[in-house]
């Protein structure tokens, strides 16, 4: 079974978001995303000052099999992006929800976070595309 | 829920990711597909391959008969257990699979064909065996597995009776022999030393547990997707298939010219694009920027035309990505490769990429 933090919101498109205390967001792909991406290569994360809709591709996770965009959950203005894994993409692999952090931005608007999936309802849509 | 190998409970119970494959229920890794990729470069691993079709056929005319299937010529094989390296035709030169063909006796060869292909080859191995009076077998009873790495023949031995053993390691580059109640070959798709172990079916399971307890890695599909294009070897379906013929496809060297009064399926249209030259062809690529080539991506060789990436993978023994392309003939050593809309610089180099557990390109 794969691991969701309850602390987190999700996606159904298995990105993770996590409100730090300054009001931005930080964000990253769940640990059933990178486990069924396999060992990634490549992680490109967006510039810092980046505006993104909500929807967004923001990045892009490859692994040995495949590519694929990491959208943003939220619309807003990107104030970090994770380096380190540029050098260390298997960050993502290891520990999906710290480490292996994309991006952090500002969001321009505090509620949508709250129309995000929790853990429970993330969970619910795993077991649903299962089948 | 598609075919399963008589191997599919170990691969559940080692936790392998399955995918479907040409129809199979296969493992793709077993957790980390670079891990198993090194386990083979540096020591042992071993793959399930027994969704692969393993085709005696057997009678007084078998090798006129595959002379004339093949576009490579089994008259070169000559000692009992010889593998050779082939592919079978269409008329028109494209290119059905490609297959090794094992001669054992001078009225039974073996061939061994790819899993997507194999209910078209029976058929057409079957429509072209009639004239010849050649019985075709699909060898259902049989499971096969691949062991390779430097030290996989030495950790393979140990499951032999001991008086067996020395013959087993002694078997040549391309050679196979019945071994036991095994038929062992030292051939293989990664670019390293090892053996294929064509065995009973039923018996595959306890085979495969005991090559894990003598120290051989599980490794899945992934992994020996890209070892085999570390070493350089193509793939049926992704870099060659019925719209390509082997000229195109880096595979002329599999092609036998002579004599030329061998009349093989496809010789003729060979001979035309022979003669006037194949106007495209397959070549290797380095990806000199950050990035991974991936199958069909746009490769641009500026003033001369386009082509396309047939295989991309990221290499992990380079850690680079590396590829296979079908490009114009005369591209030139540097062409371009769209990735998600921006033209990365690649280098034209001549595959394998590594060998033996070494790099060949830098």
């Given at each position: 079974?794969?691991?969701?933090?309850?602390?987190l919101?999700?996606?159904?498109?298995?990105?993770?978001?996590?409100?730090?205390?300054?009001?931005?967001v930080?964000?990253?792909?769940?640990?059933?995303?990178?486990?069924?991406l396999?060992?990634?290569?490549?992680?490109?994360?967006?510039?810092?000052?980046?505006?993104?809709?909500?929807?967004?591709?923001?990045?892009?996770?490859?692994?040995?099999?495949?590519?694929?965009?990491?959208?943003?959950?939220?619309?807003?203005?990107?104030?970090e992006?994770?380096v380190?894994?540029a050098?260390?993409?298997?960050l993502?692999?290891?520990?999906?929800?710290?480490?292996?952090?994309?991006?952090?931005?500002k969001?321009?608007?505090?509620?949508g976070?709250?129309?995000?999936?929790?853990?429970?309802a993330?969970?619910?849509?795993?077991?649903?595309?299962?089948? | 829920m598609?075919l399963?190998?008589?191997?599919?409970?170990?691969?559940?119970?080692?936790?392998?990711r399955?995918?479907?494959?040409?129809?199979?229920?296969?493992?793709?890794?077993?957790?980390s597909?670079i891990?198993?990729?090194?386990?083979?470069?540096r020591?042992?691993?071993m793959?399930?391959?027994?969704h692969?079709?393993?085709?005696?056929?057997?009678?007084?005319?078998?090798?006129p008969?595959?002379?004339?299937?093949?576009?490579?010529?089994?008259?070169?094989?000559?000692?009992s257990?010889?593998?050779?390296?082939?592919?079978l035709?269409?008329?028109?030169?494209?290119i059905?699979?490609?297959?090794?063909?094992?001669?054992?006796?001078?009225?039974?060869?073996?061939m061994?064909v790819?899993?997507?292909t194999?209910?078209?080859?029976?058929?057409?191995?079957?429509r072209?065996?009639?004239?010849?009076?050649?019985?075709?077998?699909?060898?259902?009873d049989l499971?096969m597995?691949?062991?390779?790495?430097?030290?996989?023949?030495?950790?393979?031995?140990?499951?032999?009776?001991?008086?067996?053993?020395?013959?087993?390691?002694?078997?040549?580059t391309?050679?196979?022999?019945?071994?036991?109640?095994?038929?062992?070959?030292?051939?293989?798709?990664?670019?390293?030393?090892?053996?294929?172990?064509?065995?009973?079916?039923?018996?595959?399971?306890?085979?495969?547990?005991?090559?894990?307890?003598?120290?051989?890695?599980?490794?899945?599909?992934?992994?020996?997707?890209?070892?085999?294009?570390?070493?350089?070897?193509n793939?049926?379906?992704?870099?060659?298939?019925?719209?390509?013929?082997?000229?195109?496809?880096?595979?002329?060297?599999?092609?036998?010219?002579?004599?030329?009064?061998?009349?093989?399926?496809?010789?003729?249209?060979?001979?035309?694009?022979?003669k006037?030259?194949?106007?495209?062809?397959?070549?290797?690529?380095?990806?000199e920027e950050?990035?991974?080539?991936?199958?069909?991506?746009?490769?641009?060789?500026?003033?001369?035309?386009?082509?396309?990436?047939?295989?991309?993978?990221?290499?992990?023994?380079?850690?680079?990505s590396?590829?296979?392309a079908r490009?114009?003939?005369?591209?030139?050593e540097r062409?371009?490769?769209d990735?998600r809309?921006?033209?990365?610089?690649?280098r034209?180099?001549?595959?394998?990429?590594?060998?033996?557990?070494r790099?060949?390109?830098s």
């Amino acid at each position: 079974m794969s691991k969701i933090p309850s602390d987190l919101k999700y996606t159904k498109s298995h990105e993770w978001v996590r409100a730090l205390a300054d009001g931005s967001v930080e964000i990253g792909i769940t640990d059933h995303a990178q486990e069924a991406l396999g060992d990634l290569v490549f992680v490109e994360v967006p510039e810092v000052g980046r505006k993104l809709a909500a929807g967004e591709a923001c990045a892009v996770v490859e692994s040995v099999k495949a590519a694929s965009d990491v959208y943003s959950p939220l619309a807003g203005e990107v104030i970090e992006g994770n380096v380190d894994l540029a050098a260390a993409p298997e960050l993502v692999n290891q520990d999906p929800y710290g480490n292996g952090w994309l991006l952090r931005f500002k969001p321009a608007d505090k509620s949508g976070l709250a129309k995000l999936l929790d853990a429970a309802a993330y969970g619910k849509h795993l077991e649903t595309e299962a089948h | 829920m598609g075919l399963k190998t008589p191997l599919y409970a170990e691969h559940l119970s080692a936790g392998a990711r399955m995918v479907d494959f040409g129809g199979w229920d296969m493992p793709v890794n077993y957790g980390s597909q670079i891990e198993e990729h090194h386990a083979v470069r540096r020591d042992a691993g071993m793959f399930d391959v027994s969704h692969m079709g393993v085709v005696d056929v057997k009678g007084a005319r078998v090798r006129p008969f595959l002379r004339h299937l093949l576009a490579n010529d089994v008259s070169r094989l000559q000692v009992s257990g010889k593998a050779l390296y082939s592919c079978l035709l269409r008329e028109d030169g494209g290119i059905l699979d490609d297959l090794i063909v094992y001669f054992l006796t001078e009225s039974w060869f073996r061939m061994v064909v790819n899993a997507g292909t194999r209910d078209k080859d029976l058929a057409w191995i079957r429509r072209h065996a009639s004239a010849f009076a050649v019985e075709v077998m699909e060898r259902k009873d049989l499971a096969m597995i691949a062991v390779q790495g430097p030290n996989a023949r030495d950790k393979a031995a140990t499951l032999l009776p001991a008086a067996e053993r020395a013959a087993a390691l002694a078997l040549d580059t391309f050679v196979g022999a019945e071994i036991a109640d095994l038929f062992i070959a030292r051939t293989g798709y990664t670019g390293e030393d090892g053996w294929e172990m064509i065995v009973p079916a039923f018996r595959a399971a306890q085979i495969w547990n005991a090559l894990h307890a003598a120290g051989v890695a599980c490794c899945g599909l992934g992994a020996r997707d890209t070892l085999r294009l570390e070493a350089g070897m193509n793939l049926y379906g992704s870099d060659m298939d019925e719209s390509t013929h082997p000229l195109e496809s880096s595979l002329g060297w599999t092609v036998a010219w002579t004599p030329a009064e061998r009349d093989f399926v496809g010789r003729t249209a060979l001979e035309s694009i022979r003669k006037s030259g194949s106007p495209r062809q397959l070549i290797g690529l380095l990806l000199e920027e950050r990035g991974v080539l991936r199958s069909h991506q746009k490769v641009v060789a500026p003033g001369v035309g386009e082509g396309e990436v047939t295989s991309g993978t990221f290499s992990p023994t380079l850690e680079r990505s590396i590829g296979l392309a079908r490009v114009p003939a005369n591209s030139g050593e540097r062409v371009q490769v769209d990735i998600r809309g921006r033209l990365l610089n690649t280098r034209v180099v001549k595959p394998p990429f590594v060998r033996n557990g070494r790099p060949l390109v830098s």
